[in-house]
């Protein structure tokens, strides 16, 4: 597949998941739809990763890398904004 059409492609899929985490902001504030939120904010991270900086090319380490860094501040501000 073209450059273009994988940069369209991923523009198309941040478009939804962005649309998808202001609908999850619409709903009560639960712990669960803040988890929805933190997982789509990764996956829109994975798209700009693999998508935007290309790191689908890139040796595996530097994917490593920046996708746990995600991961993990995600998990982090999860553990944080959960009641205990």
Known sequence: MPASRVLIACW???V???IGTVALG???ATGLVSIAI???AVGKAWLISDGFMELRHAPR???W???SWAVLLASVIGIVI???
Do not use: G
């Open 82 to 84: 959960t009641p205990a």
């Open 26 to 28: 619409q709903v009560a």
């Open 12 to 14: 198309s899929m941040l």
């Open 65 to 67: 890398l920046v996708l």
């Open 16 to 18: 939804v998941l962005s």
């Open 61 to 63: 380490l530097w994917r």
């Open 38 to 40: 933190l997982a789509v």
